[in-house]
């Protein structure tokens, strides 16, 4: 059983930055692929992007390529989110995610979730 636990959300002008970490406990973190989700209000929950378990393979939504960056640190249990050139449009409720069976953009197919950190981009 894993828990998950989001930090690092704000409030931030457009065009601005902000890292989002996830920090995870109770499992062995080092064999879970990871994702980040978000999910604006009255829209379905979209995938970002995802890593793999060693960090060395990683995927990204065409919205958001570019502009952010998922790592992680397994020696902290911590996957990481950096946003950059954040826009209006990204305004969410930002989760990570973790599953143990390879990558994957469906949220369904994940077992384990953190409650979310609220980001929102100001125009």
């Known amino acids: 059983q894993v828990q998950l636990v989001e930090s690092g959300g704000g409030l931030v002008q457009a065009g601005g930055s902000l890292r989002l970490s996830c920090a995870a406990s109770g499992g062995t973190f080092g064999t879970y692929y990871m994702g980040w989700f978000r999910q604006a209000p009255g829209k379905e929950r979209e995938c970002v992007g995802t890593i793999s378990r060693a960090g060395g393979l990683t995927g990204y939504a065409g919205s958001v390529k570019g502009r952010f960056t998922i790592s992680r640190d397994n020696a902290k249990n911590t996957v990481y989110l950096q946003m950059d050139s954040l826009k209006p449009e990204d305004t969410a409720v930002y989760y990570c995610?973790?599953?143990?069976?390879?990558?994957?953009?469906?949220?369904?197919?994940?077992?384990?979730w953190g409650q979310g950190t609220q980001v929102t981009v100001s125009s």
């Open positions: 995610a973790a599953r143990s069976s390879g990558r994957s953009c469906r949220a369904d197919e994940y077992d384990y």
